[in-house]
């Protein structure tokens, strides 16, 4: 079965950075895109960035343009996403999605 | 704010068909297929409906899509309790470069 499992999540001051890690597992990892969708807190979805198989494409939300950067190790099979300069607007459960169709449980990012 | 437009609720009796709506532009819809998610209370968003009108294993044959033009729709037939839930539509929009979510709507069973 596919599964997807976030962490790193946590609170963080305004300016701070914070590193998510998705542990992929039960798909060939190395041949998917991967996204990162975020919701706040009684809201709705909202894509953060995604990336495709062999980190040659990648694509990302204005508002988090040039502070945040979606990565993959696919010999480890882990996808992660580096948040730096974090503002009070970027708090949310992330998401870890696989080809728009598998999602995880979501790891919460507190800016505050 | 959402390039795609979804009435914020829906509401029908048990057992009656409610119908969702998803607006968007020649950007997205107009040239991309459409999925529709569910996302039941406390929990991870689950994929409904993938390219327009495919139902993934396992979700009822009482969910059905379709997309027109720069619209899509998601019908829920035979409407059961379990199917309160807040439902996105979703799709690649070509000038943004980017995925782009609807506004959601939220489906009460009365």
């Known amino acids: 079965d596919v599964q997807l499992v976030e962490s790193g999540g946590g609170l963080v001051q305004p300016g701070g950075s914070l590193r998510l890690s998705c542990a992929a597992s039960?798909?060939?990892?190395?041949?998917?895109?991967m996204s990162w969708v975020r919701q706040a807190p009684g809201m709705g979805l909202e894509w953060v960035a995604n990336?495709?198989?062999?980190?040659?494409?990648?694509h990302y939300r204005d508002s988090v343009k040039g502070r945040f950067t979606v990565s993959r190790d696919n010999a480890k099979n882990f996808l992660y996403l580096q948040m730096n300069s974090l503002r009070v607007e970027d708090t949310a459960v992330y998401y870890c999605?696989?080809?728009?169709?598998?999602w995880g449980r979501g790891s919460l990012v507190t800016v505050s | 704010q959402s390039v795609l437009t979804q009435p914020p609720s829906a509401s029908e009796t048990p057992g009656q068909r409610v119908t969702i709506s998803c607006s968007g532009s020649?950007?997205?819809?107009?040239?991309?297929?459409v999925n529709w998610y569910q996302q039941l209370p406390g929990t991870a968003p689950k994929l409904l409906i993938s390219?327009?009108?495919q139902r993934p294993s396992g979700v009822p044959d009482r969910f059905s899509g379709s997309r027109s033009g720069t619209s899509a729709s998601l019908a829920i037939s035979g409407l059961q309790s379990e199917d309160e839930a807040d439902y996105y539509c979703?799709?690649?929009?070509?000038?943004?470069?980017?995925?782009?979510f609807g506004t959601g709507t939220k489906v009460t069973v009365l």
């Open positions: 999605v696989r080809e728009w169709g598998y």
């Open positions: 039960g798909f060939t990892f190395s041949r998917d895109w």
């Open positions: 990336i495709n198989h062999d980190e040659s494409q990648k």
């Open positions: 020649s950007s997205n819809i107009g040239r991309n297929n």
């Open positions: 390219s327009n009108n």
């Open positions: 979703a799709t690649w929009d070509d000038s943004l470069s980017g995925y782009v």
